[in-house]
């Protein structure tokens, strides 16, 4: 099973400098335990999404959503190589979306 690099946008940076130490702990404790093998396989806590202007696929930790994209390395071979590229971090309150204290629509 091959694991996936992890590379998270100056955007998601931004995005998790909103957040306190320990909540942005939690959110990368996530990050590496859910999307370092198989980001693509559909759980509880990842769903690909919809026509979503933010990103394809979605994960969930807790109140926090993580937005990513899976890009592969067709040279390599379609599941040698991949790279999970974190596009926007933000926190859900009942049915809002809310990244870095606004509301965000999706």
Do not use: C
Request: hydrophobic letters at 35%; charged letters at 30%.
């Amino acid at each position: 099973m091959p694991q996936y690099h992890i590379e998270i946008t100056d955007e998601a940076e931004h995005d998790l400098s909103y957040y306190r130490a320990y909540e942005r702990k939690a959110i990368t404790d996530g990050i590496l335990t859910q999307l370092a093998y198989e980001p693509h396989q559909e759980t509880v806590n990842r769903k690909r999404l919809r026509d979503n202007p933010i990103a394809t696929w979605e994960l969930r930790i807790g109140k926090y959503r993580v937005f990513y994209e899976i890009e592969h390395d067709d040279t390599v071979g379609p599941d040698d190589a991949a790279l999970v590229i974190i596009i926007s971090v933000g926190h859900k309150e009942h049915n809002v979306l809310y990244i870095r204290g606004k509301v965000v629509k999706l």
